[in-house]
């Protein structure tokens, strides 16, 4: 890993002298579009998107510049559109051919087109020959394209970055005595990377300060205290939570279904962060563009996230509910039972919407549902386990009382069942979300300034109070329930027997599961003995052992016993190979 | 001795068997055999967290194991450095070097100094390019 902040500050958006659509072929003069390929409604068209600009304008030695950055800034496309939508933000992640994550943070905002910009798409107006709305209806319209501020960095402080996007957007809207692009090199090269633990970086932007800071060596860095866990909280119900946890720990085709694109990667990373000491291994894209929507017929293990509006016709039902909540926030504001007074003549089409497999296991957050798909749910922890877990998510997380009306009366749980296919269909009545929440909170993850619902549109429904009380999130303690839940399942993994007690060299060294390289086999093809762990003693005692060694003062599990006692030959054969 | 709650073998069978089957977790133990004198911080905190597990449910509450890992307190977050802000470092050189761009990036330059209220500063001078 690198040990700078932050990779690359870009800028995305059309060009500035022309409007390319993004299927044609053509090159040229770009000032004069002078033959284009028949083109459909110029309107409904996704066009290119460009890097504007960059900045470091080299690429660092050990971090290429990201590809496909156009894609991810703007996973929908670039699309034309009549009235300007608020600024919003989203992270993504990008995986590099390394391995190692990118972390992006984009930060969206609409511009009307600039003049040469409304010439390219008039032309494109008079050669089409598919237009549906009038030519002086045409000649009204304002039109507008999105263009995008995006910081690269390898780690997560997202909140610091959208707070500095939003900061920039703002200056760029006033005079200001500093140039813009002081302020981008100041955030971009003068920041030092906190070390683990010991310090931490503070940066003062605008009237606000924020922290930089990283987890301590000896806490685990996927339990980042920039990570934020409320809003997985505030979406899924923690027996929903629980069954993608085990989904994921079974390997399935998991797709995340949001109308929001922040909410698809913060619930995604704190999902990831649960099955701490395990990790994701496979296909990981939390936000999915949808020119990338192939990846989702690939026989693998995946973790897609998707926007709603690319989910097919037959799934519009889960869509429907979240798509009345995307117009609060989209170009028409209406919400249910207020009919759109006019037609848009850019609305979405289901072209080229999203194709699942089967068994593809779909995670609908925005209405708490989870379609298992064709294998079915995946095994369920053991019971003793979950219900310690409910209780201690119940107990750290009981300020969601606005949201989840099972907390507010604190109906007694009961008997668990074994895992639902719908768990909120059959939830007994101790599931159901506050309804408010879909009009009150979900449609503002996105939106990069804090909003208020108007109060035209708060007489609809009623206004939860939230943000009422300050409280502080327990991640950490929310992390350690997860994590109790697996070393109580892989408590022996490291089991070692008592060898050779009468011998004047006294070993334990023999691990009972685990198979070290050895001198007759240096290198195991298997190096966990699964079948024995899966048919020993459960639950796990290996405190007798624990105590034993203790008894016998032998030094404790965690220091590398064999590496430091005088081990005969015969023992050496099974003992890791020094 | 252990004093966890009893599980059917049989419940936690399906569910520990598909997480000892998954890539995630041939990874771990790749990463815990070959990191055998714990030198992975990740494998050190989960090891220990089992001891930790193991204290809490031993009703033998006179012997304990340690955890010395999960107790260094040294790691802890103790100091704050302040990062210049954009004026820091700007002057009126920098402005005319602003008005006349350079193609060249100077390389940065790093010293710490202290501020005002004792703080240590990390301060860079450096110019940088136009953009559009």
């Not at chain 1, 949201?403 to 008997?415: E, K």
């Amino acid at each position: 890993m690198a040990d700078r902040l932050i990779d690359y500050f870009v800028v995305i958006g059309s060009s500035l002298t022309n409007l390319l659509p993004l299927s044609s072929s053509y090159e040229g003069d770009s000032s004069t579009p002078s033959f284009i390929p028949s083109i459909s409604n110029p309107l409904r068209i996704p066009y290119t998107p460009q890097i504007l600009d960059r900045y470091p304008l080299e690429d660092h030695e050990d971090s290429s510049f990201p590809s496909g950055l156009t894609l991810f800034c703007l996973p929908e496309g670039m699309n034309l559109i009549t009235r300007p939508k608020p600024a919003s933000f989203f992270s993504f992640v990008q995986t590099s051919d390394t391995g190692s994550q990118l972390i992006g943070s984009c930060f969206t905002f609409y511009e009307p087109l600039n003049e040469k910009q409304r010439k390219c798409l008039d032309f494109l107006i008079d050669q089409s020959c598919d237009m549906d709305v009038s030519s002086s209806a045409l000649a009204q319209m304002k039109f507008y394209l999105p263009r995008c501020l995006c910081i690269i960095s390898q780690w997560p402080f997202v909140s610091a970055y959208k707070k500095f996007l939003c900061h920039i957007y703002r200056l760029s809207l006033t005079p200001c005595y500093i140039p813009l692009e002081r302020y981008i090199c100041n955030f971009v090269d003068e920041i030092p990377l906190p070390p683990s633990g010991k310090m931490e970086v503070s940066y003062f932007i605008g009237t606000e300060t924020v922290h930089f800071t990283r987890p301590p060596c000896n806490e685990p860095q996927v339990w980042s205290m920039n990570m934020f866990l409320q809003p997985l909280f505030e979406c899924l119900s923690f027996q929903n939570i629980i069954s993608i946890i085990t989904a994921i720990l079974s390997e399935r085709q998991i797709v995340f279904v949001s109308s929001q694109y922040s909410l698809l990667t913060l619930t995604a990373e704190a999902i990831l962060s649960f099955i701490f000491p395990l990790k994701w291994t496979h296909v990981y894209i939390p936000i999915l563009p949808k020119q990338l929507l192939g990846v989702l017929a690939a026989p693998l293990p995946f973790l897609v996230g998707i926007h709603t509006s690319f989910l097919p016709e037959s799934d519009s039902h889960f869509a429907c509910r979240a798509s009345a909540s995307f117009r609060l926030t989209g170009t028409r504001h209406s919400l249910p039972g207020n009919e759109p007074h006019e037609e848009d003549p850019l609305s979405y089409s289901h072209e080229g919407s999203a194709v699942f497999q089967p068994e593809t296991m779909r995670v609908f957050l925005d209405t708490n549902e989870i379609d298992f798909g064709s294998v079915g749910a995946p095994p369920s922890l053991p019971e003793s386990r979950l219900k310690k877990l409910l209780i201690d998510l119940r107990s750290l997380c009981s300020f969601f009382l606005p949201y989840w009306s099972h907390l507010i009366h604190f109906l007694p749980l009961p008997a668990l069942p074994a895992f639902p296919f719908i768990f909120s269909k059959s939830a007994q009545g101790i599931d159901k979300r506050n309804p408010d929440w879909e009009y009150c909170q979900l449609p503002f993850y996105d939106s990069a300034f804090p909003m208020a619902v108007r109060p035209a549109d708060a007489d609809e429904v009623n206004v939860c109070e939230k943000g009422t009380q300050p409280f502080e999130f327990d991640s950490r303690g929310v992390h350690l329930a997860f994590l109790n839940v697996f070393t109580y399942l892989l408590q022996d993994y490291r089991k070692y027997e008592l060898l050779k007690l009468h011998s004047p060299h006294l070993s334990p060294a023999i691990s009972r599961y685990l198979i070290h390289p050895s001198h007759s086999d240096p290198n195991p093809i298997q190096k966990f003995r699964t079948s024995e762990y899966l048919h020993g003693e459960f639950p796990p005692s290996a405190l007798s052992f624990y105590l034993l060694s203790r008894f016998l003062g032998l030094p404790p599990l965690t220091t590398a016993l064999p590496l430091c006692l005088p081990l005969p030959q015969t023992i050496l054969l099974n003992a890791p190979r020094l | 001795l252990s004093t966890s709650p009893s599980d059917h073998p049989s419940e936690c069978t399906a569910t520990l068997n598909s997480i000892l089957q998954s890539q995630a977790f041939y990874q771990f133990i790749e990463a815990s055999v070959s990191n055998y004198g714990w030198s992975d911080p990740d494998i050190l905190f989960f090891d220990e967290s089992i001891e930790v597990q193991i204290n809490r449910s031993s009703f033998l509450s006179f012997i304990k194991l340690d955890t010395p890992f999960l107790l260094d307190v040294s790691h802890k977050h103790a100091k704050t450095i302040v990062a210049p802000s954009p004026m820091d470092t700007f002057d009126d050189d920098l402005l005319r070097e602003i008005a006349n761009p350079t193609d060249s990036l100077i390389a940065a330059t790093q010293f710490i100094s202290t501020d005002k209220t004792g703080r240590e500063v990390f301060r860079y001078s450096k110019n940088f390019p136009k953009l559009k």
